[in-house]
């Protein structure tokens, strides 16, 4: 069996291209990322949506408790960025215009945000 041997010095001259190709290949794959949709005409606005009420009167002191060990609240301090319409705990309304969600029992605002969100795949 025959050993090669690469000297530090080719090591680092051939590593360096790589180094210098990945601000290229980072621009390159941001390009080829499609523009975000637009929403679906049916689709509720942010302005219908902002004056939602959704009713908690029905949780318990436990439910309450756990909305806020996770600082739940009703508008998201991040805007459409973090919201619940775009956590993966979000259930989506069946009957009403607010939601649910995996995490917290009771109604959940679309525009909530709590410290658990997590982006929807």
Known sequence: MTRVFISRRALLVGSSGLLLAAPA???????????????????PTDDSLAKLSCDSSALTPADHALRESLEYVDVSPFGAAK?????????????????????????????????????AE
Request: glycine share 8%.
């Open 25 to 43: 290949i980072a621009v390159a794959q941001t390009s080829l990322t499609p523009a975000p949709s637009a929403p679906a005409p049916s689709a």
């Open 83 to 119: 919201n619940c319409l775009n956590c993966s705990y979000w259930l989506p309304p069946q009957d009403k215009a607010c939601g649910g969600c995996t995490l917290l029992a009771g109604q959940i605002h679309p525009l909530g945000y709590c410290t658990s969100w997590e982006l």
